[in-house]
Structures are given as structure tokens and as C-alpha cells.
């Protein structure tokens, strides 16, 4: 059964940074495309950003590019996402997904409070 | 990287049709053939029901249905029912490389 936990999330101040990460299991992690995906409460889903199974291609949504990294360590089955320079409007529930031609498994999030 | 459009609310009365659709462009949803629906219960994390346009994961039921024509991809509910009440959301491989997701569609069943 292929498993996506999430941690990392909380309350951080504007300005400042925070580290999520996700443990996969269940499924072959390092042939797979990873996803990070944000959903405010109550309002849609947003795609955040993927990372090639190798790591050698990242993508981002405009609005984050600059800002958040995304990595993986295939040997931890572990995706991450380092967020810099938070905004309020960077306040959501990250989700990270196993991503083939789009998400196809979703964690259960992690919720990233930008307040001060 | 503007979201593709859905309707804002569907609604059907248990055993009904209904279709969702999901409008964008050329870039995305017209480009190929990476178009995908989720589905999400209040306070739920979103579930995959849809992939590569019309292909079902399995345990997904074949009252689910997916198509596209153009730039606009459908999600079609047959036989709907009580537990098919949630919010929909497609989402579109694009041609720079990045996913958008649909603005959600809300389906009731009356």
C-alpha cells in the first residue's frame, strides 16, 4: 500500500522559513516523479512543484519559484521542500504526491501557518 | 499558468448523469494527454478517479467516466450517489513543463 506522510509544517512568522518533508513507502520511490501540491483551507488545490525520479528536473509554480526548493533523497525515500522568504498567502495544507502524468497517491498534508 | 475553468456547482438527484467539464488551452489541456480528476470529501485528502483523460485507477467504479475534446475534458458520473457528493477537480500536465489544477466544481446530490 503505497503511504505519503508528511511533517514539517506549523506556524512560522512572515519572512521567515520552514523545511517539509515527506516519507513514501509502499511503492518504488526513485522511479517515480514527486509532487507537492497546497490546498488553502476552504479554497482549491494549487500544484506547487515535482521533481524528476532522479532529482535532475525541477519545476515550480510561478508564484514560489525563487522561494521553495524542492529535493529528494532516494535512498531515505524522502521528498522535502524548503520554503524561504514565507509569505501569508503561502498559508495552506501541503500535500505531497506520487506524481505520474499528474498526482496519483496524496499524502494526508501538512499545515503551514504564515502569521506573525 | 491560469487555473482551468469548471463550473462552480453541479448537482443531480441519486441515479442521474452528471458531467463536469474542465476548460483550458492548447498548452494544457488541449497538449496531450496527462489530464487527470480528483476527488475530495470535506476534510479529506483528494483521491485520484481519473487518469491520462479517461482511465480509472483500480477500486475506482466504472460509473466514473472521463473524455476530452479540444481544450475542454469532461468527468461524467452515472448512477450518482449519496457518497459522490464532494468536490471535483481535474488537473492538466502544461506545455512549460508545470500541472495546473481545475478551480473545483461542488457536486450535490439532491
Known amino acids: 500500500e503505497v503511504q505519503l506522510v508528511e511533517s514539517g509544517g506549523g506556524l512560522v512568522q512572515p519572512g521567515g522559513s520552514l523545511r517539509l518533508s515527506c516519507a513514501a513507502s509502499?511503492?518504488?520511490?526513485?522511479?517515480?516523479?514527486m509532487s507537492w501540491v497546497r490546498q488553502v483551507p476552504g479554497k482549491g488545490l494549487e500544484w506547487v512543484a515535482n521533481?524528476?525520479?532522479?532529482?535532475?528536473?525541477?519545476y515550480y509554480v510561478d508564484s514560489v519559484k525563487g522561494r521553495f526548493t524542492i529535493s529528494r533523497d532516494n535512498a531515505e525515500n524522502s521528498l522535502s521542500l524548503q520554503m524561504n522568504s514565507l509569505r501569508a498567502e503561502d498559508t495552506a495544507l501541503y500535500y505531497c504526491?506520487?506524481?505520474?502524468?499528474?498526482?496519483?497517491?496524496w499524502g494526508q498534508g501538512t499545515l503551514v501557518t504564515v502569521s506573525s | 499558468q491560469s487555473a482551468l475553468t469548471q463550473p462552480a456547482s453541479v448537482s443531480g438527484s441519486p441515479g442521474q448523469s452528471i458531467t463536469i467539464s474542465c476548460a483550458g488551452s492548447?498548452?494544457?489541456?488541449?497538449?496531450?494527454?496527462?489530464v487527470s480528476w480528483h476527488q475530495q470529501h470535506p476534510g479529506k485528502a483528494p483521491k485520484l478517479m481519473i487518469y491520462?483523460?479517461?482511465n480509472r485507477p483500480s477500486g475506482v467504479s466504472n460509473r466514473f467516466s472521463g473524455s476530452k475534446s479540444g481544450n475542454t475534458a469532461s468527468l461524467t458520473i452515472s448512477g450518482l450517489q449519496a457518497d459522490d457528493e464532494a468536490d471535483y477537480y481535474c488537473c492538466s500536465h502544461t506545455s512549460s513543463g508545470v500541472y495546473v489544477f481545475g478551480t473545483g466544481t461542488k457536486v450535490t446530490v439532491l
Open positions: 492548447s498548452s494544457d489541456v488541449g497538449f496531450y494527454k496527462y
Open positions: 504526491a506520487r506524481d505520474s502524468g499528474g498526482p496519483i497517491n
Open positions: 491520462e483523460v479517461s
Open positions: 509502499g511503492f518504488t520511490f526513485s522511479r517515480y516523479w
Open positions: 521533481i524528476r525520479e532522479d532529482g535532475s528536473n525541477k
